[in-house]
Structures are given as structure tokens and as C-alpha cells.
């Protein structure tokens, strides 16, 4: 398998399909609960979910916070979710249209930021992590879900993956020295998939919990 490094994904043209794939209903749904399990959730918290796509991570978060951002490149992943808001008649959440990887910055505070399946897709993992130290109230939180390292037999196509998945370790280590304490790795989900002549494999999906460490 063959990593396109130069070649971004434009995910306009999934957005209207997105919520009708039951792995994509699953990998969200199990990156809920671990964040319900890991990250104490409560009424004053100003939450950033990190490519949102349709909003199907931050959505389930959001009846046990005050608010919630979703951040995204693709405008028509934020299409879907503003059609959710209208018509769930919400009130307290706002997106914005950023495209990290070219430079753009989420504008705001939060005292959590979220992320889904995403990272994978932007290719300076320490930049990202740079900017959400600075995107976070003191002693604000992150929780992210991913793949663990995989090789490359995870996306049909690998257009816009930077990263087989990756190692939790490494990733520990990046947290730390982008400024982060408390940094734990847990296991949010297995998705199980047929690959073409491989048969049915399975690719762990981690959720790394860390706080903003206070000098
Ligand atoms: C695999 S989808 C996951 C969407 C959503 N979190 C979910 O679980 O359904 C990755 C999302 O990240 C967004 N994305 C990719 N690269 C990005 C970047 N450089 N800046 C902001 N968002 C990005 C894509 O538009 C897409 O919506």
C-alpha cells in the first residue's frame, strides 16, 4: 500500500452518504462512549469537536455540555451538521470552516477538544497538537480517537491518509512535549473489515485522553 502524501481527500463528495454507513455510525459511537468513560462531562464545558465531518461524535457529547464547536475543511460535511442543527432547532453549537493543513486556525477557547477517525488525515501531528494546547482553557482537556498503526489496508483509498494509524507510544510522546500531563491510552473500539484477498481483518481504534499541563 501506498501513502499519497502530497494528495488531499476532498470529503464533499461522502458528506450526503456519511451517516448511512454503519461502520462510520459505529467508529463515532464507540468514540462517545470511551470519551463518556474516560473525560468527566459537565453543563459549563465549551467542547471542540476536531474535523467534526456531520457532527456525529460531538452531537452525542453535546446534552452534557454547554457547548459545542464543530471544526471542519469540507463544506459539505458542515452542510449535513447545520441541516442537524436546524432541525433539531440547537442553539449552542457554532462551526467553523478550517482547513488546518493549509494554514487556517479554529478561533476560540474550550475546555475539551474531541476528534474522531481525523487525525490521520492532517499531516503534522505535532502542529495539531501545538494548536490545541493553545485552543484550551488552563488545564483543559483532550480526547481523541485512531487507528493503531496498520498497513495501509484500512482505507480503500489512501488518498489524504498521511498516517497508517499510529503508534500510541509515539503519539504519548508527542502530547508531552507539545505541553500535555496525563496522558493515558485506552481501547475504544475494534472495527472489523474485509479487505480485498485478505479476508477479515481487525484495526483497533484508540481513544488518548491528556490535560493541558499548568506551569
Ligand atoms: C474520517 S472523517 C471523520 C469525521 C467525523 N469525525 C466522524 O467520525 O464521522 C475526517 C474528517 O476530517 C476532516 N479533515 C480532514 N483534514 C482536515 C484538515 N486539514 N483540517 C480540518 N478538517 C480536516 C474531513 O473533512 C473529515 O470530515
Given at each position: 500500500m501506498t501513502m499519497k502524501k502530497n494528495e488531499t481527500k476532498n470529503f464533499d463528495q461522502d458528506a450526503a452518504q456519511w451517516d448511512e454507513h454503519p461502520g462510520k455510525l459505529k467508529m463515532a459511537g464507540d468514540a462517545a462512549a470511551a470519551i463518556l468513560r474516560e473525560v468527566p462531562l459537565s453543563a459549563d464545558m465549551d467542547v471542540m469537536d476536531f474535523?467534526?465531518?456531520?457532527?456525529l461524535l460531538g452531537l452525542q457529547l453535546l446534552p452534557q455540555v454547554k457547548s459545542l464547536t464543530g471544526v471542519d475543511s469540507s463544506q459539505g460535511m458542515l452542510a449535513v451538521l447545520r441541516s442537524k442543527i436546524a432541525a433539531r432547532g440547537l442553539t449552542n453549537v457554532q462551526m467553523q470552516l478550517i482547513d488546518f493543513a493549509s494554514g487556517e486556525r479554529p478561533a476560540g477557547r474550550y475546555h475539551l477538544i474531541v476528534s474522531s477517525m481525523t487525525l490521520h488525515h492532517v499531516p503534522d501531528t505535532a502542529a495539531l497538537f501545538a494548536e490545541w494546547f493553545d485552543l484550551l482553557h488552563p488545564g483543559g482537556q483532550v480526547a481523541f480517537a485512531d487507528l493503531d498503526a496498520?498497513?495501509?489496508?484500512?482505507?480503500?483509498?489512501?488518498?489524504?491518509?498521511?498516517?497508517?494509524?499510529?503508534d500510541r507510544e509515539k503519539l504519548k510522546q508527542l502530547l508531552h512535549e507539545a505541553g500535555f500531563a496525563d496522558v493515558r491510552a485506552t481501547t475504544a473500539s475494534v472495527f472489523s473489515k474485509e479487505v480485498a484477498g485478505r479476508g477479515l481483518r481487525e484495526f483497533p481504534i484508540f481513544l488518548i485522553t491528556a490535560t493541558r499541563r499548568e506551569v
Open positions: 474535523g467534526c465531518g456531520t457532527g496498520e498497513d495501509g489496508s484500512f482505507h480503500n483509498d489512501n488518498t489524504g491518509v498521511f498516517h497508517f494509524g499510529f
